[in-house]
């Protein structure tokens, strides 16, 4: 059973700068791509980035061009969202998610708060 699990959000002031981690197993990473999604209060979940498995980055939230990358390391089964120059509006949770098989996988979600 393919699992995802995030980690890496917190509390961080604007024009902080956090990484989030997906660490993925069951099955082999380097076989598939990984999107970054978001989900603030009151809104719906967003794509943010996404890096592809021949580790082609692409960004879906205009807003956070320029600020945000992504990368993968596949020996290690992990794909990291970088974050910088937070932003208040940066607020939400954060979910990573692949498709495996014709089916969505989608972690837990790790919280990320930008506020002074």
């Known amino acids: 059973q393919p699992q995802l699990v995030e980690s890496g959000g917190g509390l961080v002031q604007p024009g902080g700068s956090l990484q989030l981690s997906c660490e993925v197993s069951?099955?082999?990473?380097?076989?598939?791509?990984v999107t970054w999604f978001r989900q603030a209060p009151g809104k719906e979940r967003e794509a943010v980035m996404c890096?592809?498995?021949?580790?082609?980055?692409?960004t879906f939230a205009d807003s956070v061009r320029g600020r945000f990358t992504i990368a993968r390391v596949n020996a290690k089964q992990t794909v990291y969202l970088n974050m910088f120059r937070l932003r208040p509006e940066d607020t939400a949770v954060y979910y990573c998610?692949?498709?495996?098989?014709?089916?969505?996988?989608w972690g837990q979600g790790t919280q990320v708060t930008v506020s002074s």
């Open positions: 069951g099955f082999t990473l380097a076989d598939f791509t």
């Open positions: 998610k692949l498709i495996f098989k014709g089916r969505q996988y």
């Open positions: 890096i592809s498995k021949w580790d082609s980055p692409f």
